[in-house]
Each structure stands twice: as structure tokens, then as C-alpha cells.
């Protein structure tokens, strides 16, 4: 069974950092598919903040532009986001998710979630 988990959340004061993991398993889009992070605050639609394609690209939602960093460690495993100069309105849950193939995009519908971690910006 594949399984996505979050780590890294917590709660910071505006202005600081966090840098939010998601490991996976039973997983072998790391290196030939798309993942992303997409976030979900209270009485919100969940809204993708960043992805990375098979061939690097990354694509951010533009509220985050310059704030945050995508990446990925295919040998671990592991999908980062790197959090900068954090706003109150980042407050939401953070999901890491991923799907198989080479179109990647914000709005690309994904096949794999992890349970969320929190991220509390006051």
C-alpha cells in the first residue's frame, strides 16, 4: 500500500521558518511522477501550493512565490517544502500527495494524500 507522511509542522510566529518532510513508501513516483503540496485552512477549499515534475520544474501558487521551496531527495525518498517568512494566512493543513506519470501542475489531480500536518502562523 502506498503511504505519504507529513512531518515538520508546528506552530510559529510571523516572519518564521519551517521546513514541512514527507516521506513515502510503497511509493515509486519520486524520481517519474509528479508530487506536490497543497494546503486546506477552515471553511476553505484545498488549493495546491507548489509541485515538482519528474524534470525538476517547480510551479508555485503565487501567494508563495519567493517564500517557498519545493524539492525532493529521490534516493530518500522524500518531499520538502521549505517555509520562509511565514504569513498568518499560511495557517492551514499541509498535505503532501503525489501521482504517476510526467504532466504536472497545480490543478493535476493527484492519487496519493498523506493525512496532513499542521502549520499555525500567528
Known amino acids: 500500500d502506498v503511504q505519504l507522511v507529513e512531518s515538520g509542522g508546528g506552530s510559529v510566529q510571523a516572519g518564521g521558518s519551517l521546513i514541512l518532510s514527507c516521506a513515502g513508501s510503497?511509493?515509486?513516483?519520486?524520481?517519474?511522477?509528479?508530487m506536490g503540496w497543497f494546503r486546506q485552512a477552515p471553511g476553505k477549499e484545498r488549493e495546491g501550493v507548489a509541485v515538482?515534475?519528474?524534470?525538476?520544474?517547480?510551479t508555485y501558487t503565487e501567494s508563495v512565490k519567493g517564500r517557498f521551496t519545493i524539492s525532493k531527495d529521490n534516493a530518500e525518498n522524500t518531499l520538502y517544502l521549505q517555509m520562509n517568512s511565514l504569513k498568518p494566512e499560511d495557517t492551514a493543513i499541509y498535505y503532501c500527495?503525489?501521482?504517476?506519470?510526467?504532466?504536472?501542475?497545480?490543478?493535476?489531480?493527484?492519487?496519493?494524500w498523506g493525512k496532513g500536518t499542521q502549520v499555525t502562523v500567528s
Open positions: 500527495a503525489a501521482v504517476g506519470g510526467w504532466y504536472c501542475s497545480l490543478s493535476r489531480t493527484m492519487a496519493y
Open positions: 510503497g511509493y515509486r513516483y519520486y524520481s517519474n511522477g509528479c
Open positions: 515538482i515534475c519528474p524534470n525538476g520544474r517547480t
